[in-house]
């Protein structure tokens, strides 16, 4: 009668890293244990008396599912296994062992020796094959054979897994340093905007709410995610070249003299030779150099036009009379987000690039206040201390 078992015993799970070394290790210093799994008897007796004579422990079960539950419960190395086998056979049994253990070798013991049954047993994931009937001799070589294989092959995993875990210590200590490179980039950046709003006496946080507008608008303008921190980064910084410009100047409640504004214009120059001289913040240098030229090529420092202008300040250009216009200034109220747009609209070609207006002009005045009121609401939340929330 043939058994029929509906239910395997469960397969010992994948083998982690640190299992596979372990395993790797007590291969080459230990003895490999053996299982024997047959189920005539005659057979088992028979290579229990070999496997004995050469000196290694084993043990012997009489089919696939005994194997797979002492496999679950103990280490071995080599299982001697036979093809046919009522209840699992050797295929099975590999199949079911293999995956969770992928240390062990397998030595199948087959009555037919045809190339079709040797191919089939080397594609289940045998190491090797004897032939019944056997002489002694025969399974001492194979075993020995096999027993080579493994050490070989242990030696190389050990190999292997000495230069992962190597990899894997400096990929941890490398992004260790990352965390603190951008820990102390986000501090000069809170560090450079707290000055600069000290000495305008920024409290609105004008520097901050541009940053966001413009990357939004750059996103819609279809510039790449790559590109987006060094835009964001010099829409923040633009003015920082105030801080090289004297409180005289930069304070004065009155108008400025024609002198008072050359001195004033100096600013994007500044900013631009502060900025690069530092390397992460140079990819924002170029915004922070360019940030007061026009289209129509009456701006400053450059008198540069159009396309001439880069991207990232044409697009900063449009953010930042928007955010004037609707903030409060001391000489005047916040106009309304509609009238803004209006003046954005009439001045493209003159001091704004056309093409980018009018994508400025296809977003829904939703999105802006929302960008308006998260960063109120951060700044708020920071106690007044925008710089905080970079
Ligand atoms: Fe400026």
């Known amino acids: 009668m043939v058994l029929f078992m509906p239910v395997s015993p469960p397969a010992r799970g994948e083998e982690s890293f640190a299992e596979r070394l372990v395993v790797a290790n007590s291969i080459l210093r230990n003895p490999p244990r053996i299982l024997i799994v047959d189920d005539e008897e005659n057979i088992r007796?028979?290579?229990?008396?070999?496997?004995?004579g050469f000196g290694y422990p084993f043990q012997?079960?009489?089919?696939?599912?005994?194997?797979?539950?002492?496999?679950?419960?103990?280490?071995?190395?080599?299982?001697?296994?036979?093809?046919?086998?009522p209840i699992l056979d050797g295929?099975?049994?590999?199949?079911?062992?293999?995956?969770?253990?992928?240390?062990?070798?397998?030595?199948?013991?087959?009555a037919s020796a045809d190339a079709k049954t040797a191919t089939k047993m080397f594609q289940a994931g045998a190491t090797d094959y004897i032939t019944k009937p056997f002489q002694?001799?025969?399974?001492?070589?194979?075993?020995?054979?096999?027993?080579?294989?493994?050490?070989?092959?242990?030696?190389?995993?050990?190999?292997?897994?000495?230069?992962?875990?190597?990899i894997e210590t400096q990929s941890a200590m490398l992004s260790e340093a990352l965390k603190i490179v951008d820990t102390s980039h986000r501090e000069t950046l809170e560090a450079l905007v707290y000055a600069l709003d000290a000495r305008e006496h920024e409290t609105q946080c004008h520097s901050r709410r541009v940053r966001d507008y413009t990357v939004h608008l750059a996103k819609k303008a279809g510039v790449t995610a790559?590109?987006?921190?060094?835009?964001?980064?010099?829409?923040?910084?633009?003015?920082?070249?105030k801080i090289g410009v004297s409180d005289a100047i930069l304070l004065k409640p009155g108008k400025l003299t024609e002198e008072e504004w050359l001195e004033m214009r100096k600013h994007p120059e500044i900013?631009?030779?502060?900025?690069?001289?530092?390397?992460?913040?140079?990819?924002?240098?170029?915004?922070?150099?360019?940030?007061?030229?026009?289209?129509?090529?009456?701006?400053?420092?450059?008198?540069?036009?159009?396309?001439?202008?880069?991207?990232?300040?044409?697009?900063?250009?449009?953010?930042?009379?928007?955010?004037?216009?609707?903030?409060d200034r001391p000489y005047r109220k916040a106009l309304p987000m509609e009238m803004a747009v209006e003046e954005i609209k009439r001045f493209a070609e003159i001091q704004f690039?056309?093409?980018?207006v009018s994508v400025f002009l296809n977003i829904p005045l939703e999105e802006w206040r929302t960008i308006r009121e998260k960063a109120s609401l951060l700044h708020e939340l920071s106690g007044g201390h925008g710089a905080k929330y970079l």
């Not at 007796?45 to 004995?52: C, P, T, Y």
């Not at 099975?92 to 240390?103: A, E, Y």
């Not at 690039?353 to 980018?356: N, R, S």
């Open 91 to 110: 295929y099975q049994l590999i199949k079911s062992v293999l995956p969770g253990q992928p240390h062990l070798a397998f030595i199948m013991i087959t």
């Open 226 to 241: 790559d590109l987006l921190p060094l835009i964001g980064q010099g829409a923040l910084l633009h003015d920082i070249g």
């Open 60 to 85: 012997s079960v009489k089919n696939g599912f005994e194997a797979i539950t002492l496999l679950n419960q103990e280490r071995f190395n080599i299982v001697l296994c036979d093809v046919r086998m």
């Open 45 to 52: 007796a028979i290579l229990e008396k070999i496997v004995e």
């Open 136 to 166: 002694a001799q025969e399974v001492r070589e194979t075993l020995e054979k096999t027993i080579e294989k493994q050490r070989k092959k242990n030696e190389d995993r050990i190999y292997v897994g000495t230069i992962e875990k190597t």
């Open 271 to 327: 900013g631009y030779s502060m900025l690069k001289a530092i390397p992460f913040l140079k990819g924002g240098a170029e915004i922070v150099l360019s940030h007061q030229e026009r289209f129509d090529g009456t701006g400053y420092p450059r008198q540069l036009k159009k396309e001439k202008i880069p991207l990232g300040a044409r697009i900063f250009a449009i953010c930042d009379t928007f955010d004037c216009m609707t903030s």
């Open 353 to 356: 690039d056309p093409e980018i």
